[in-house]
């Protein structure tokens, strides 16, 4: 199926509230979160994007991720904190908001629920709706696989793959006739860095919210279209999350 370029509809902004997405590199979080943000209308907030556009304007967080970025390895959780806390403040996101990439470490997800137990979003509808995770779990094989074959649009952030989900014309955006590129992470060896990484720093994470009682799971292995009818399925019964225990 074709991954839509997203233009948020705002007359369809539902009051989802916060959702994180987890998963490995390379699971569909991106993708996935596309897809909610033209379903329910909330944006996308993707750490990893924001950082590549502080890298592509040359900010001073930009010129200190950079390097960091490209040997596969995370970026201090006080910078990036402080990035997504910017991001949150704006008025799109006072429905609710898709972090995709974030948080990353244990310390990010105890920020993250530490500004939203004091009010991040205080008197706005989102603040009202308990955070929901998703984790997207998926198979290693699969995820070099599909990040080896990811390609990308520099300019409307649209996601391909050239096995599951090829551009019509290949090297070249459906939405906007850009030339795709593949991202510098996604080179096999950086690959198998960002993926140690995630084993070592994020993968704690899932414990950590399977605790928090706000853990859901969704079998990434399946097409874009059943996933994204999953995530969907666990939006749609939101409202009575925290008694679910399907994670
Ligand atoms: P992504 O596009 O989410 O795969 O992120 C690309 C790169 O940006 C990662 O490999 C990290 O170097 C950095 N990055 C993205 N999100 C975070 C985060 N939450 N914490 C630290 N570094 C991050």
Redo the contacts with the bound molecule.
């Keep these: 199926m074709d991954i839509p370029t997203v233009s948020v509809d705002t007359h369809a902004r539902r009051a989802t509230g916060p959702i994180v997405l987890l998963g490995a ?1 390379g699971a569909g ?2 993708t996935q979160a596309k897809l909610i943000a033209a379903h329910f209308g909330i944006p996308q907030v ?4 924001l ?2 556009d502080h890298v592509r304007r040359n900010t001073p967080l930009g010129q200190q ?1 950079q390097a ?2 490209g040997r ?4 201090p ?1 006080q910078l ?1 904190c402080g990035m997504v806390e910017g991001r949150l403040a704006e008025k799109d996101c006072e429905q609710g908001f898709t972090l ?6 244990v310390a ?1 997800a105890q920020w993250l629920d530490g500004r939203l137990q004091a009010g991040l979003l205080r008197g706005k509808p989102a603040q009202k709706v308990p955070l929901l995770v998703i984790d997207i779990a998926i198979d290693y094989g699969l995820l070099v696989q599909r990040l080896t074959a990811r390609r990308t649009c520099p300019h409307c952030g649209a996601i391909y793959n050239l096995h599951f989900n090829p551009p019509r014309k290949p090297g070249v955006c459906d939405g906007d006739g850009s030339n795709l590129i593949t991202r510098k ?1 996604d080179e096999e060896a950086v690959i198998v860095e ?1 993926l140690k ?1 995630y084993e070592r720093q994020t993968l704690p994470l899932t414990d950590y919210y399977r605790q928090g009682g706000a853990l859901r799971r969704v079998d990434g292995a399946g097409t874009v279209e059943q996933i994204a009818q999953a995530i969907r399925d666990l939006l749609e019964r939101r409202g009575d999350v925290s008694c679910r225990s399907s994670a």
Excluded at 72 to 75: C, M
């Design positions: 590199p979080k991106g993707s750490t990893g994007d950082l590549r991720a960091i970025m596969g390895e995370l970026v959780d990036v995709d990439g974030f948080p990353r470490t990010q992470d960002r990484t």
